[in-house]
């Protein structure tokens, strides 16, 4: 299966808006695989990462999938979403490991604990205009991802895969 992020597991062509995407050497994914810091500034906004790499087709079934661990966040939740609005979103909730309510346009979510914090998190959607998914946290489910940050608050990052697929596949690492 085909991974369309071009690097998976470091922040080189990624974009960070009210964010830093640092890589993290120190902590690696179950894979064994490096990871990336989502890094909260302090301003008001929403504090959201992006691969640019990630050219999908319109009215294609699309799963992105990453493996996701709150490090040391103020925000209980995670989102997958769209950057073309909340049609493609679900978001994931780490104080009690559920995911939350899905989008219009999306088949089929999931979490799944895989030890250590880390939780594979991945939505399965059809995909309705040509914007690319993003991830970002939020205070609350279905909202609160405009909020002051803290400057220090972060999640963990990696194993980051989107393909053509109708759920979860096998990930395939890729470098550039």
Sequence with gaps: MQNLVTNSNT???????????????S???PLGF???????DNTTAVHLVFPLSSTLKVGRTYTCQAVV?????????????????GVNQCWFDFSTGLRGTLGASVLRAGMEFLGNGFYLCWITFVQTNAFVPIFYPATSDGGG???????????????????????PAEFTRTTG
């Excluded at 922040?11 to 050497?25: F, I, K, M, V």
């Excluded at 490096?34 to 909260?40: A, D, I, Q, W």
Aim: charged share 15%.
């Design 145 to 167: 991802i405009s909020f002051a940050g803290d400057n220090v608050s972060y999640y963990i990052i990696g194993d980051v895969q989107i393909s053509e697929s109708n759920g």
């Design 34 to 40: 490096p990871t990336m810091r989502v890094v909260e």
């Design 11 to 25: 922040p080189t062509g990624w974009t960070a808006t009210a964010s830093t995407l640092p890589a993290d050497g």
């Design 69 to 85: 661990k709150k490090q040391s966040s103020a925000r209980n939740f995670f989102v997958f979403a769209h950057s073309g609005g």
């Design 27 to 29: 902590i690696t994914t």
